[in-house]
């Protein structure tokens, strides 16, 4: 895709287009920054504060919006006004929202301060929410649209080479037949899901202390 001119502002990195949008790239997965999402933000602030990586870490109380309300989102299909209420209970029921995690609370390691509400939709779509305890008609301070990406397959990650723009995973151990979670060794996990086609295409990657809490959660 093409998009307008941008400023730099930090993260991993992260571009402002103005007026509220903003860019999200990720260097590991390419040259040139490559773009993973479109996202808007009332300020700068919460730019950094939802999208930075590693974490924000800066204060958190924050600044003045220098953009707003929302933009609409109704050519999405979305409710007209995004109250979380409205969008919480839009969001809960699309067919695919057992997929994902609806409701999160985003916080730092560093002081286990929450960062953020967030509603993340099944298509990719994560409203940011500045209370840890939203009201059924605050409206999110940022929104983030995640671009679209073919799914990769276990196989695939195994067979990377070393430096990839893609990280490679170790070999693999089915956990069980029964569910598609897969140990790789020093806590490291892969959550597949195979009603996304064939090969076990992974989903995410995460940590657990042992295998019993990989498959309880």
Not at 35 to 45: Q, T
Not at 123 to 134: E, K, L, S, V
Request: charged share 20%.
């Amino acid at each position: 895709s093409a998009f307008p001119p941008s400023t730099l502002l930090g993260g991993d990195p992260l571009f402002a287009c103005g007026s509220g949008v903003y860019l999200v790239t990720n260097s590991n997965f390419g040259q040139g920054d490559p773009v993973l999402a479109v996202g808007w933000a009332e300020s700068d602030y919460w730019a950094h504060r939802a999208w930075d990586r590693p974490p924000f870490r800066g204060d958190l109380h924050p600044l003045p919006p220098e953009w707003g309300p929302p933009p609409s989102v109704a050519f999405l299909g979305r409710p007209a006004r995004l109250g979380f209420q409205a969008v919480r209970k839009f969001e809960a029921a699309q067919p695919g929202a057992a997929t994902v995690t609806l409701v999160t609370a985003r916080y730092r390691f560093t002081d286990g301060a929450i960062l953020s509400c967030e509603i993340h939709a099944e298509d990719g779509i994560t409203y940011f929410f500045c209370a840890t305890n939203p009201k059924r008609d605050d409206q999110p301070v940022a929104i983030k649209f995640e671009l679209p990406e073919r799914p990769v397959t276990l196989q695939e990650l195994m067979a990377l080479p070393r430096g990839s723009p893609r990280a490679a995973f170790p070999p693999c151990n089915a956990l069980s037949d029964k569910r598609p979670v897969f140990e790789g060794g020093s806590g490291l996990f892969l959550v597949a899901n195979p009603e996304w086609g064939e090969g076990d295409l992974v989903r995410a990657v995460g940590w657990a202390e042992s295998g019993q809490w990989a498959w309880r959660v």
